[in-house]
Structure formats: structure tokens, C-alpha cells
């Protein structure tokens, strides 16, 4: 198997120079999960550096999905370890992991579909505040009356270009609006690593185009990892790319060396054309 | 495609609650054909199978088979007429045996037709002959889906809905399901075929819908679609 | 057990005295068996409608009850013509007959229309059946208890087998009720009826797309199920006799045994039905027969925590429906409806200085009343309607607040203030308690260890004292006589003994203390509003409209929800305690299930997730009492055939009438039902 990542292997493709000096800010050892006799994802090893830009690609299938779920704690693992900026997380709450900084958008649009634009990003914003409050505060301050909060929010929605409609239900937005609300919610959540499952999903090439450059304009700072069909779209975009594949791992590199790897071509398009 | 067809939707809207999903699909499923429905998730291809069945009611727009109006007949009424729905997730009783599960669908099913007896599908399917007093639960993936598909020939229906037949199988098993489709349509049976894997849609269908956001964006030939690198791309999500 | 046998052993002078002692297993044996029967008989009609419908069936008992009244009826009818004997043949033939029909006519015509909503409206439905059936029996039987139905002499008198003397109705019931389970079981298991009811209990939308109509097997499945309750209830009418009560006796330990079998399995039914039975008859009313009633709810509660799908269930998927809260009703703009909740309380606070010169006193005492069951009602509503944590149990947290207050009262000082700060501290705590065992179950299973948890503080009250060998709660009479003074450390006011004077208007005992109940409640809806718009409630709001997504923002929700649980805890227990400060007694009746029962029946009718409808649905309950109460005892009939037609008809509750009145309007002519979100369709799943 070509190219499994490991601390001590040099990956397949060029390992440049300042790599093995980087502080590795996201890292899974083995990571395994099994659901009843089927391996969805199948001994992962992952080393992601502090301001990377990773992608996960793969065909259908091949638990790119399910590897998110286990690093943002929505499943629990089978085998194997997750570590996060020094610390194991792997038995780590979903919520616990976000309060570390790890934060995560859904395939799926999940939003507060009910409540205002504004409030949606408030909350999020609340929850880096939490601790914030006092007993009292909590349960009695009106939710408008805290700064930092407001200010974040304010902020947030001016970068996702939603200030404007602030106080309309978070429903009424259009398709692209609520993406950008949602990338806003993680945003304002201020995370170290975000994970993006797809966000462009079911996004015109305009869209898509406009929604990637709103992830790297707003979180430009953070490591990113990006789960993403459009390959040409990830090749300009990261910095490294990791190919699964029927859950494993089955190249790991910069994305020239991805494009000239075997591999992975087979796997892509594998059974397309007898 | 000749004549009437057998299925046909006309500018059918659909969805669940105030949320729209389906908006103006419209297609047609000859007898004997296979047609694809392909789309990226949350594209609304099971929403439009089950507006088919009946599962969701549309609000607007018609569906008709073999020339009645269908529309917004329940699911029970829509099997009895011959249309069998093969849900994603398979959905076998998991705590029935497999001889149960066959025995169910042949109480159902299509009142006007007699389906196959439940030897000869046990005969069809090897693998569940020697598993017929085995709960539905312990069957593998891939014998849950051949379990599905023997459910649909003993019902007697004549026209089949798969969704996602090939969901989460090793490849070999794959293939195993795309034989048991081609034999499906082998006994004159139409299949309406729901898949996220184009490349099993592209080999096994004489016809390709490709949904994007609940509406009919494309449709055509599988040499057509395999030559059509833009749709492949931004509605598909798969490059040559 | 282990104690007792010892024991004898030790006692035992010979082969002669384990004879006896062996002959005492042996009856004791049989005793707890026989129990045992008629809870299968019960329990598998309760488990398997709700394996196959996921209907909660509180009136269960009811048809139960119904079973043996109407055998009265049939012996009644048929005695001067047959004699007793054949008669009560005939009775055990025809009368679960015509129960099983009842059973098939409710399922048709009230369940069926609310498959797809959240199963606590199946729950509220049959609750509101529990009300009317009740109450028809006591129209046509009346109250009195009857006398054991007469039997065949085949089956009546001992008879002596291996030395033993033995009850043949003991018998007979062992042999037909095991024959009749037996018969069941073969039925599911062997028939095609059987199969396809099995089929669907697992997974009901499959079964219509095979082109099988599930919907006229529920109807027979409820009808089986009534049937076997209804038979279980003559035989035991054949032995102890017929009161309207037996149905609400029976209910409660038939769901600890649905529960412990497993929701949904009849296996787990039989089974559980027989141990509950023998553990209860044979062991634990002989040698613990202090605790024997909590016993049972303790084992619940474990079975629930441990495995909420019973010994023999499998896990209900979480499926149905939202709860239909009246948020958005129309019930007049925000501004307005805070004029008129403004005019209200003014014209509330105006009122008992009128009392004794425009209208009785008595009226008074009533508002009181009304008052504080609005405040309860107010704290479900927090953690129901805005949570969507169904307690059945909240009847524990009113209870705790009399019960602790009184015992305080009684025992330590006559100080309100005290005893109220106790009653409040420990409310929270026991709440704190309560939400930690219970939030991290879901669904019906909350439900089920809720009403664990209020049973078994319920039993507790009333064995207390004869565990502890002196008077605490008074057992199941109550404490009474319970007088307070407003203060501290002996320096405070009694109400009784001052009277405030308004102009020319007096104001004195009840009549002040109205104006603490208006108090209450006025700043109970100020406080909850409040913190529903403070960063605490700000989350909960977020967790009700979609709890991943607040999961992945960093809340936890279940700290969210015990918290919320908390303060509703406390302002329950605030009404409890309340109420005793007024009327100066507690009863075990105080704690009584159906006290939760009715609390849901307010938040409903008024519209809950609201804060506001509550109050509403508890004035609207107890005018409707009120108002009925002039022309007939048996109101309950009326009150709650209105409940259920609002189940049906108006489940947001009143406060959702004017949206309602409109919509009828606009739509009249078009014949569109209202959609309704549906179980079988979970837009999640799409793709």
C-alpha cells in the first residue's frame, strides 16, 4: 500500500523540508471503525499541521464522512487514537472536543432553520463565551445585553455577508445564504481546526467558487480540513491532500504528486470503463 | 421508448412539511426498460420514489402507471397495482427468518399477478437457500439486498424501485447485485434504479435521469452521459 | 428469602414440619402465580399493542375493569335463566368480546387518526379514556364494591393435592390463563396474522410498501389485547371481586412489567408478568412486606437505566412526530396579550375583596386552588414545552413540596419560612436526582422511569412510618391539622388571626393568602420568560430545534435539560408546598399518578411551550369542573371527552383556537386535511 502517513515514514511525494519541524495540530493513530462486519473506516493514520490545508478525497464510500464523525466525536471509535493539539480526545464529548477548538460543518445542511440569522450566529459565539456568565448572568441577563458576544456576532455576520438580513429566519435564506450561515456558526465558534464536510454540496460552479473563497478569506489563519469531490478544486486549494479509499488510506501527498499517483487514478475511476 | 410509458411523472413537486424537495420532475419509465435516476446526496432522488409509492404525497403535478392516475394513492395501494419499492437500508425484518421475510411479500404484493413461488427464488438466490430459517439480521449486506430483491419477485410487481442497491457492498458483492437487476429486467420486469454510484447506473441503464436539487437537469442515453464530462462533473461529482 | 428458609430450617423439629413449611411454599407458590396470570394477561395486550402501534395504552386497566363489569352484567343477565354457574362461563366468553370491540372501536376511531404524531398523544389520548371510562362505570355499576362474581362449583372450594390444600380457582386460573397464553403466543408466532403483526412491529412503513394494510390489523391487535385485559379482569372478579377502581390498581404494576420484559415483547410480558407476580405474592408481601411496594419501582428504575429495552425488547427507533407546542398560535400580538395578562391579574387581585359581599367565599378557595395547580402546570410546561421531556412523574416534585413541608411543619417548626426553604432545597435536589438518572433515556422510556420515580415516592410516603416504627408522614391517612405562622424563630404573622383592611373591604385567612398564590405564580412566569431569553434558555431553545447542531456548538445537552428539569422541579415543588400552607393537610392521594395525568391534561388543553397556555388550561380545567359540577357528579365524563376531542382535534391547545378558527375559515369549501408531521417520513433520511 502506497503512502500510509507516519511520524517516522516519509510520505510518497516530496516531504519538504519545514514538515518534519511542524507541530502536527491534529494526529490519528490506527484510527479504526467497524460497523458489525463492515470496516468503514480501516486504520487511518492522520498528522495534520497547524495552518494545513488538507483534503480528504475518495470515491463514494470510501468513509471520508464516517472519518469526520470519529474526529468530531459524533461516533466512537473502534480502534485507535485521536490526538488534538497535545491532547488524546479519542473518548472525548462532541461538545468537549469543540470547546478544544475542533469544529465541524455537516454534509447536510444543519442549521437552526427557526431562528433568526442573527441568533443562529450568536449562539455559536455564546458558546466560546460561556464561562463568561455567572450563575446569576446566566439565567437571568437578557442574551442582547453581552458585549463580547454582540461584537463577535456583529463581526461574523459581517464577514458571511449576512449583517444585512440579520434578523430574518434563518429558513428564508437562499441555498447559498445558509451555507454561508453555517460556515459563519463554525467560525464564530473560533476553532483551531474546522472540519468542512462538502460545503459546497449541491452548489452552482459560481457558488462554489464564492463559498471557497469565503473559507479562506475567514479562516485563513486555521487548519482546515475539506472533504471535496471536485478534484481540480482541491488541487489549486491545499496544501496536502489524503485519498481513501474503501475506508483506507491509499496515497497521502501534495496534490501534484497525488495527480501522477497510480493509485489513485485506479481507485477514481476504477470500474468506470471496462 | 415506444408507445405509452408504463410510469410517468409529470411536473411533480414534493417534500416534507413547508420544505419543497422535488420541483417539476417529470420523467417516464417504459416497460421492460431500465432507467436511472442519478444525483449527488440530498439531490431528492428517494423523495421522488417515494412520492412514486406514495410514502410522500406530491403537491403538485401528476404520476400515472399503465395509464391510471396514481397520484397520491398510499403506499398499500400503489404495491397491490404491481409497484414495488426497494428502500435504501434494505429494510428487512431483522427479526423475521428469511423464509418469513419471503412469505410477507407473497401475502402482499400485486393483487392482480402472481409473483414467483419462493423456491424458485431460493433457486435464483443460492446464498439464502441455505440460510431460510436464519433471522433477517444475521444475513450479510449483500444478502439482505438479494433478500430485497426476492421479496420484489415473489410480490409479483412489474415494475421495481431500487434505491442505493449497491449502498456500502464490497465491489464483488456489487457485481452480484447488478446481475441479480439484469435478471430482474431479463423477466420483463422495470426498473427504476436510484444510484449514487454512476458507474453502476451508467452499465446497467438504458436511460439516465441526473436530478440536481430536486429537479431533472439532464437526461439521456448512458453513452450520452459517459461522454458528457461537464454533467458528470458539476452534477455528479465524478471527473473521467 | 434466603432469611426465611433458614430459619425455618432452624425452627423445623422434623420431617413432619418441613412438610408444613414445603406446603407453605407451595400455596405461597401458587398465590403469586395466580397473581402472576392475570398480569400476563394484562401486560401482553399493553406490550404488544405497543410493540406494533408504539401506543402507550393508559386505559389498559380501564378495559381491564370494563371486562369485569360487563361479566357482571352478562351473570346478571343470564343467572335466573342458566344458573350462576354457566352464566359466568357465558360472561368469560362474551364479555371480553365486547371489550375486544370497544378496544378495536377506539383504536379505530381516536388512535388511528393520530398515527405519526409523537407517542405522547397516544399517551394523552388514552389517559383522557382512563377519565371517561372511569366515570361511565360509575354511571351504569355505581361506586360500591361488588361482591366476587359467582362461579361454577367445578372450580370454587379447596381442594387437597400431594398433601397440600390448594384453592381450585387458584387452579383453573393458572391452567386457562397458561392455556390462553399459550394460544396467544402460537397465534403471533405460527399464523399469518401472527407473522404479519410481528412484521410490523418492526418496521411499519416496509410493511405497506409490500402492499400489506397494517391498518386493519392494528385494529385487531388492539381489539386481541383489550380482550386478554378484559378476561384478565373476570377471572380475578371471580375471586375478589368488581370496584371501579381495580382498572387504576392494575395499570400501574402492569407497565413496571412491560417495562422490565421490554416494551413491545410478549415473551418478555409472560415472563414478567409471572415474576413480578411471585416476587411480589410469594416473597416480598411475606418477609419485606415493609418496602414491598417500592421493591417493584426500584427494579424498574435499574431495568430502565440499564437497559431501557427491557430483558426481552428491542429498542423502539425514534420515530414519531414533534410535540406540537402553541407557540405561534395567533393568540393576539405580543403586546396586546401582555395588556390583557396585565388586566388579568388586576382584575384577579381585585376580586377576594368582593368575596363574602358580591360572591361566596368559597370562590376564593377555589382560585386558590386554581392558582396553584396554574404555577404546576407552568413548571411542567418549562420542561416539557420547551425541552420535550414528557414527565409523567411531575406529581412527585407537588408531592415532595407538601409532603416535605408538612413534615417540617408537624415535626420541627411551625415556621412557613423554614419549611419552605427546606421543601425548596430539597426539591431542587431530588429534581437534580431525578434528571440524572432519567435525561439519558429517551422518548416513552423518560416517560416510564418518571412515573417510576413519582410511584415509588408515592409508596414510600405510605410505608415509611411502619419501616421506621414511628409517624412521619402518617402513612397512607396523612398528616392533618397542619397550622403555620409567616416568620421565624416564633416571630411572624398567622393569616387567621390578622385582617387586612382595604377601604371598606376586609381581607383575612384564604383571602390574603391568595394574593401570596397570585405572587407566585405572577413571578414564576416572569422568572421562566426571563430565562428563556437569557443565555441558559437561549440554549434550550437551540436544543429543541435542533440538538446535533447545538452538540457541535459546544452545549451539552443533557446538562441543558437537567438544569431545565431543575427549575421546573423547584416550582412544582413550590406549588406543593404551597398548597399545604392552605389547606393544611397532605395526603397520599397528593402523590397519586393521576395528579400527573391531569397536570398534562391542563398543559395541553391550554397549549404548551408557551408559559401562558398552562395557566390558561388550568383555569379552562377547573371552570369546566366548575361549571359541570352544578348539574352532574360525574363531570370527569365530559371534561374528558373534551380532552380527548382536543388530543384529536386542537393538540396545540387553546391557544392555538384563533390560528385554528381562521384557517377553518379560509379553508372551508377545500376539504385539505391539515398536514401533519407523519412518523414513516423523516426528511433527514432523504439520499
Known sequence: MAGTESSTEPESGAATESESRAERILQTDGLTKRFGAFTAVDDVDLSIERGEFRSIIGPNGAGKTTLFNLLSGALPVSEGSIRFDGTDITDLSPQKRVHQGLGRSFQILNIFEELTVRENVRLAAQSVHRDDYGFFESLFKPTDRHEPINARTDDVLERIDLASVDEEEAAALDYGGKRRLEIGMVLATDPKVVLFDEPTAGMSIEETEATIDLIEDVLADQTLLLIEHDIELVMDLSDRITVLNQGEVIASGPPDAIAADQAVQDAYLGGMVE | ?240 | MVAGTSHLLVEGLGPAFLDGALAIWIERLLNGLTVGVGYVLVAAGLSVIFGVMHVINFAHGELYALGAFFALAVVGTLTPIFGGGIAFVAALLIAPLLVGLVGMAMERFTIQPLYGRNPLYHILLTFGFVIVITDLIKIIWGTANRPPIPRPDVITGPISILGTTVNTYSLFTLAFGGVLTVCVWALLEHTRFGLIVRAGSQDRQMIKNLGIDIDHYYSLVFGLGAALAAIAGIILAGERGVSPGMGGNIIIPAFVIVVLGGLGSFKGAAIGGLFVGVLEESILKVFFSEIAGMVIFFLMIGVLMVRPQGLFGTELEEGGGELLTGRGGGFLADGTRFKLGLAMVALLAVLPLLAGSVFSTYYVTLLVRILLWALFALSLDFVMGYTGLVSLGHVLFWGLGAYVTSVVLVHATASAFVALAIALALGALVAWVVGYFSIRVHGVYFAMITLAFAELFYRLVQDVDAALGWELTGGSDGLFGISSYYGIGGVGIELDEIALFVGPFSLTGTELFFYIALGALVAAFLITRRMLQSPFGSVLVAIRENEERARFLGYDPTVYKRRAFVVSGVFATLAGSLFVFEQGFVTPGSVHWLKSGELIVMVLLGGMGTLFGPILGAFAFFGLEEALIEYTDRWQLVLGTIFILFVIFLPRGLVSLPEKLASLVSERGSNEPEPEPTADIRPGEDD
Open chain 2, 1 to 240: 421508448m415506444s408507445a405509452d410509458p408504463m410510469l410517468s411523472l409529470s411536473h411533480v413537486d414534493a417534500g416534507y412539511g413547508e420544505t419543497g424537495i422535488l420541483t417539476d420532475v417529470s420523467l417516464d419509465v417504459g416497460e421492460g426498460e431500465v432507467v436511472s435516476l442519478v444525483g449527488r446526496n440530498g439531490a431528492g432522488k428517494t423523495t421522488t420514489l417515494r412520492s412514486i409509492v406514495g410514502i410522500v404525497e406530491p403537491t403538485a403535478g401528476s404520476i400515472e402507471y399503465r395509464g391510471d392516475a396514481i397520484t397520491g394513492l398510499d403506499a398499500v395501494d400503489t404495491a397491490k397495482r404491481g409497484i414495488a419499492l426497494v428502500p435504501e437500508e434494505r429494510r428487512i425484518f431483522p427479526e423475521l427468518t428469511v423464509r418469513e421475510n419471503l412469505e410477507l411479500a407473497a401475502y402482499g404484493g400485486a393483487t392482480d399477478a402472481d409473483g414467483l413461488s419462493i423456491d424458485a427464488v431460493l433457486d435464483t438466490f443460492e446464498n439464502l437457500a441455505d440460510r431460510t430459517d436464519n433471522d433477517g439480521a444475521s444475513l450479510s449486506g449483500g444478502e439482505q439486498q438479494m433478500l430485497t430483491i426476492g421479496r420484489a419477485l415473489v410480490s409479483g410487481a412489474d415494475c421495481i424501485l431500487l434505491d442505493e442497491p449497491t449502498e456500502g457492498l464490497a465491489p464483488y458483492i456489487v457485481q452480484d447485485v447488478m446481475n441479480a437487476v439484469r435478471d430482474l429486467n431479463e423477466r420483463g420486469i422495470t426498473v427504476l434504479l436510484v444510484e449514487q454510484n454512476v458507474h453502476v447506473a451508467l452499465e446497467l441503464a438504458d436511460r439516465n435521469y441526473v436530478l440536481d436539487r430536486g429537479e431533472i437537469v439532464w437526461e439521456g442515453g448512458s453513452s450520452e452521459l459517459e461522454a458528457d464530462e461537464d454533467v458528470l462533473d458539476r452534477y455528479l461529482g465524478v471527473s473521467l
